[in-house]
């Protein structure tokens, strides 16, 4: 059974930093990931981390500011959020499994394996 559970979500002041982790047990594969979701919108993909080489890719809303990492030793995916907005604010998920027969890496339900979220909250 693959379980993901994230911490390091809290308060911070825009312009601030926060380092969220996501603990991965009993997943072998590739690709991993972090989303997001704001109160009454929808949600989407935050960056997205290949275990094998450290390739990344980013939503052009936190390109240059947020940084996917992994330490493959830990089962461990961690998301570096600097400089962060008010816009920033929601819960963001961990996950895990990218199946691109379902569409691209920023959908959702391309993804098989979710955490159960921790909240991260950007004060102006």
């Known amino acids: 059974e693959v379980q993901l559970m994230e911490s390091g979500g809290g308060s911070v002041q825009a312009g601030g930093s926060l380092r969220l982790s996501c603990v991965a047990s009993?997943?072998?594969?590739?690709?991993m990931g972090w989303f997001r979701q704001a109160a009454g919108k929808e949600r989407e993909g935050v960056a997205l981390?290949?275990?094998?080489?450290?390739?990344?890719l980013y939503h052009p809303a936190v390109e240059g500011r947020f940084t996917i990492s992994q330490d493959n030793a830990k089962h461990t995916i961690y998301l570096q959020m600097n400089k962060v907005k008010p816009e920033d604010t929601g819960t963001y998920f961990c996950?895990?499994?990218?199946?691109?027969?379902?569409?691209?890496w920023g959908l959702g339900g391309s993804w098989i394996y979710w955490g159960q979220g921790t909240q991260v909250t950007v004060s102006s």
């Open positions: 996950v895990a499994d990218l199946d691109t027969t379902r569409g691209g």
């Open positions: 009993g997943y072998t594969g590739n690709s």
């Open positions: 981390v290949y275990m094998g080489d450290g390739s990344a």
